[in-house]
């Protein structure tokens, strides 16, 4: 074994560490990722994506070539290992990998734009923070424009640290909000001790 020192640049992540904690980014990743896209030129966006914006697989004219498509769309999956803020925008837009049309990807430049205009935002671990776990939670209920299925969106905090996050699809139909709020507790709650176990 080898000692390589310090931890600054790992598979696309980096890492800066100061006296207040650590800090993780993709900042060069998002870079080489819009060079590749070739829209360093374009204006940013406020939002990742529209709040009205409801993406079903008939909208648009199926792409010609949907590869550009799919490489854009997991290099975004990759880039939620640091930020929260595009994981329910790339979960929309990761639905439709199989027939992408041109509405979905208008839907992924926003994306981009958005990327773009935060480059530098990342996930802040602080050196000093209390040992507490907070959880928050919201529910798309029956947010599906084609199946009716609810979205679950989670994230948990340890103190000031962001630990874990997710944005899924429900795997039922629910009957009612309620129905679907008792769903994402007991997933929220055996997730939770995956977490304890884990961290």
Same mark, same amino acid.
């Given at each position: 074994?080898?000692?390589?020192?310090?931890?600054?640049?790992f598979?696309?992540?980096?890492?800066?560490?100061?006296s207040?904690?650590y800090?993780?980014?993709?900042?060069?990743?998002?870079?080489?990722?819009l060079?590749?896209?070739?829209? %360093?030129?374009?204006? %940013?966006?406020? %939002?990742?994506?529209?709040?009205?914006?409801?993406?079903?697989?008939?909208?648009?004219?199926?792409?010609?070539?949907?590869?550009?498509?799919?490489?854009?769309?997991?290099?975004?999956?990759?880039l939620?290992? %640091?930020r929260?803020?595009?994981?329910?925008?790339?979960?929309?837009?990761s639905?439709?990998?199989?027939?992408?049309?041109?509405i979905?990807?208008?839907?992924?430049?926003?994306?981009?734009?958005?990327?773009?205009g935060?480059?530098?935002?990342?996930?802040q671990?602080?050196?000093k923070?209390?040992l507490v776990?907070?959880?928050?939670?919201?529910?798309?209920?029956?947010?599906?424009?084609?199946?009716?299925?609810?979205?679950?969106?989670?994230?948990?905090?340890?103190?000031d640290?962001?630990?874990?996050?997710?944005?899924?699809?429900?795997?039922?139909?629910?009957?009612?909000?309620?129905?679907?709020?008792?769903?994402?507790?007991?997933?929220?709650?055996?997730?939770?001790s995956?977490?304890?176990?884990?961290?």
């Amino acid at each position: 074994m080898k000692d390589l020192g310090p931890l600054s640049y790992f598979l696309g992540l980096q890492v800066s560490s100061c006296s207040d904690g650590y800090y993780l980014s993709q900042e060069k990743y998002v870079s080489d990722l819009l060079a590749r896209s070739g829209i %360093t030129d374009s204006a %940013t966006a406020s %939002t990742s994506l529209d709040s009205n914006a409801r993406l079903t697989s008939f909208d648009g004219v199926p792409l010609q070539d949907p590869t550009l498509y799919r490489q854009l769309v997991g290099n975004l999956i990759y880039l939620t290992v %640091t930020r929260l803020d595009i994981a329910y925008a790339v979960h929309i837009v990761s639905q439709f990998m199989f027939d992408p049309r041109t509405i979905h990807f208008t839907a992924v430049l926003c994306i981009l734009c958005y990327v773009k205009g935060t480059l530098g935002h990342g996930l802040q671990f602080p050196s000093k923070s209390y040992l507490v776990m907070f959880e928050y939670f919201y529910i798309d209920w029956t947010g599906g424009p084609t199946d009716r299925w609810s979205t679950t969106s989670y994230c948990f905090y340890l103190g000031d640290s962001l630990i874990s996050w997710r944005s899924k699809k429900q795997t039922v139909v629910s009957r009612s909000n309620i129905e679907s709020e008792y769903r994402v507790l007991a997933h929220a709650t055996s997730t939770t001790s995956e977490v304890l176990w884990l961290r």
